[in-house]
């Protein structure tokens, strides 16, 4: 911009243009044209207070009747620009755009009151339009500051929007990426979590029985084969049924993507009678009672009843030394219910505060639901879960109506009041 202003200087000084009237010297002319135009160099480091200086230079080089006007007016309107499109403070930005414009037009009323007596009788000797040929060049000059710094202010405005704009669009877009990257993690977490508590509940659950099982064939072993033999018989059992849940869930982390969703779940709230019969296989006298109508259940809350149910059945065995096992499934009106109690000593119960409890916790609250793990008044220990249910759905396929106490047995179990 100052080279080119030179330029422009040189060629006002080679035609005698000079517009506001007997020039300064030569010195002079340069030292205004480079004082307007030069300061642009810093002009987005430090917008207004180049604006200010490009403005105090501009009002004195013509005060000074500097001849050149053209490009010391683009450095004024790239100030204004400038201020409108980087200043930090945008109400500062706003108040000292509209000072200096005002300021401006201030003097360019002194101007024309100045240089009106000044004007030859002949300037005007050609002129033949309506309007008196001072006041058409007064409006003229107005009209052209008003376009010039309307311009200024208007693109300058636009540019500072648009850039904010695409700032809030890249941070929307880089929290997005953050709120994605937290999503996974929780996913991930949640897998792992889901994975964790699946795991705690088919080894903890298969093992206990196996060791309680175990620990009966050895002392039996001797004196009573048939014994031993059905204990072997239970332990072979309990090790294929973790087998085979360990590989089911093995399948479901080893399935990419693409393909086909998680299999079947493998246990429900339609099996709970094997966890009491797999405690009474290990020695306990364990009963289970159904009552109320049974609906058919989600299959996330069929299996997670069926968990709470696996865990607490398996606490029992590895930590209470209890001989009363008693499981009870509740169908109320908008809840089902799981009730697990026993008789044995509630000072032992060293995984109540542990993943096992944990666990339970995680997947009735999963389904807002309730638990109470604790000990009972009479002595023993006791779980139960309630699970909310919507409407009513129709009976699962299997149940049977017991007369005359009001309880449903799914077809196979034992029951007992």
């Known amino acids: 911009m100052t080279g080119l202003a030179l330029v422009s200087l040189t060629l006002a000084r080679s035609t005698g243009a000079f517009l506001l009237g007997p020039p300064p010297s030569g010195p002079e002319q340069l030292l205004w044209t480079v004082a307007v135009t030069l300061p642009l160099i810093w002009r987005r480091r430090w917008p207004a207070a180049v604006l200010l200086i490009v403005a105090v230079a501009f009002i004195a080089a013509q005060a000074r009747s500097a001849p050149e006007t053209q490009f010391s007016s683009w450095a004024l309107f790239c100030a204004l620009y400038t201020v409108g499109a980087w200043g930090q403070d945008r109400q500062r930005s706003r108040r000292l755009r509209i000072g200096v414009i005002a300021t401006m037009f201030a003097w360019l009323g002194i101007y024309y009151t100045v240089m009106i007596d000044h004007i030859p009788s002949d300037a005007f000797a ?124 093995l399948g479901v982390l080893r399935t990419s993507a693409g393909a086909d969703p998680e299999p079947p779940m493998a246990g429900g709230i339609e099996r709970i009678d094997e966890l009491v019969v797999r405690a009474r296989a290990a020695g306990l006298t364990a009963t289970l009672g159904v009552y109320g109508d049974p609906v058919a259940l989600p299959e996330s809350v069929s299996q997670a009843a069926y968990r709470v149910t696996q865990e607490a059945v398996t606490n029992t065995l590895k930590h209470a030394e209890a001989a009363l096992l008693d499981v009870r499934v509740r169908y109320l009106a908008r809840e089902v219910e799981v009730d697990v109690t026993d008789d044995g000593r509630a000072g032992g119960r ?68």
């Open 350 to 417: 060293v995984d109540a505060v542990g993943l096992g409890l944990i666990g339970m916790r995680e997947r009735v609250t999963a389904h807002d639901g309730d638990l109470e793990a604790g000990p009972r008044a009479g002595g023993g220990w006791r779980v139960r879960a309630r699970f909310p249910l919507a409407a009513s759905a129709d009976p699962p396929v299997g149940a049977q109506r017991r007369q005359g106490d009001g309880q449903q047995v799914p077809a196979g179990a034992e029951q007992s009041a």
């Open 126 to 249: 050609d002129a033949v339009g309506p309007v008196p040929p001072v006041l058409a060049a007064m409006v003229n000059g107005v009209l052209l500051n008003v376009l010039v710094f309307a311009f200024a202010y208007f693109f300058g405005e636009t540019a500072w929007v648009a850039a904010h704009r695409e700032h809030e669009l890249r941070a929307q877009a880089e929290d997005l990426r953050r709120s994605q990257a937290q999503a996974r993690e929780r996913a991930v977490l949640g897998e792992r979590v889901r994975i964790a508590r699946e795991l705690h509940d088919v080894v903890a659950h298969h093992v206990s029985v196996m060791g309680v099982q175990a620990s009966a064939c050895r002392r039996v072993f001797d004196r009573d084969p048939g014994k031993a033999r059905t204990a072997l018989t239970a332990i072979e059992q309990s090790a294929r049924t973790a087998v085979d849940e360990l590989r089911r869930m």
